[in-house]
């Protein structure tokens, strides 16, 4: 079984959060909704890698103001690709408080919506299992 480091920030922006909402026919969770991030590549600082997710998925507009180390956890998840085939990976999320300047996102073909969401809109959205498990940790669901 294949292992990834998944860098994860949970942007907020004067109290709302950032959902992206993950494509019908690819990934870890189909058409639910999800924080953003993506795996760590060889060679690559934890720090880089949370800012080259944030810029490839969400666009160069987007201002990080503050980042701050949350917390980490672990799960195995089976991933849809596009081509049909599916894979089981090990992932270790490592989770990042992550204070936006603004609210310009331009998304990647990775998600085709995103919305900034209030603690008491989020269970309005279908979350995916590890989102939510975030989020439950930190007190929004």
Request: a negative charge.
């Amino acid at each position: 079984m294949r292992q990834r480091v998944i860098v994860c920030p949970v942007i907020q922006n004067e109290g709302a959060y950032l959902l992206c909402k993950m494509p019908r026919d690819r990934g870890v969770f189909p058409g639910q909704w999800a924080l953003s991030g993506g795996g760590l590549e060889p060679g690559e600082t934890v720090e880089a890698a949370l800012f080259r997710e944030i810029r490839e998925e969400l666009g160069e507009g987007l201002r990080i103001e503050k980042v701050v180390p949350w917390t980490f956890r672990d799960d195995i998840r089976k991933k849809t690709y596009a081509d049909g085939s599916m894979e089981e990976i090990y992932m270790i999320y490592l989770i990042f408080d992550c204070q936006a300047g603004n609210r310009d996102v331009r998304l990647n073909d990775e998600f085709e919506d995103h919305a900034w969401v209030r603690p008491e809109q989020m269970r309005d959205y279908d979350l995916n299992d590890a989102t939510r498990t975030t989020l439950a940790a930190k007190g929004l669901l």
